[in-house]
């Protein structure tokens, strides 16, 4: 791997593994047998996965693995294999990874974009709605009794109570 360019950071067991990972500040990837002592090699990319989310992994076996317990997108290799199948091997991991982090990124990226949309739009909303707000409170405060449902008053017969026009200067109620 050191001959393909790669700077190689060799780990005995699992959890110097795990060290290695907690104190550098950046791996591309980790490489690792799928049966190990004191972990398996499952277990180990999920947890490096977790403590360094932008680490690309791939696994060798040279036995049977359930499908179900292999990390989504971790590649597995078989043994046994050549320096020139792991050397490519380890640049898919490693493409596919990028490839990963770029369209998570441009996801990233459109969701603050529609983020920024949704808050114009939540602003616009409530300026439409002030404003129709305000355009009510307009017309009710120019609409006259009648129209504002305020009938003239009825009597105790249910009847409404009627202006009559008069010959005298003063107006008179009918009941």
Known sequence: MSRAGYEVLPANRP????????????IDLVISDVNMPEMRGMELVREIARIRPGTASLLFTGGLINPAEVPEGVPILRKP????????????????FTQIA???????????ELQVQSQQLISECKNVAREAAE?????????????????????????????????????????
Not at 83 to 91: D, G, P, Q
Not at 102 to 110: L, Y
Not at 145 to 172: C, F, I
């Open 102 to 112: 770029t369209d998570f990124a441009r996801t990233c990226q459109k969701s603050a």
């Open 135 to 175: 355009t009510i409170r307009e017309a009710r405060a120019q609409r006259t009794p009648r129209q504002q449902g305020r009938s003239a008053p009825r009597t105790k017969h249910g009847k409404k109570n009627a202006l009559k026009k008069t010959s005298s200067p003063h107006l008179g109620y009918n009941s």
């Open 81 to 96: 294999f050549s320096t020139a199948e792991l050397i490519s091997a380890a640049n898919a991991a490693m493409e596919r």
């Open 15 to 26: 959890n110097q593994a795990l060290e290695i990972i907690r104190n550098n500040a950046r």
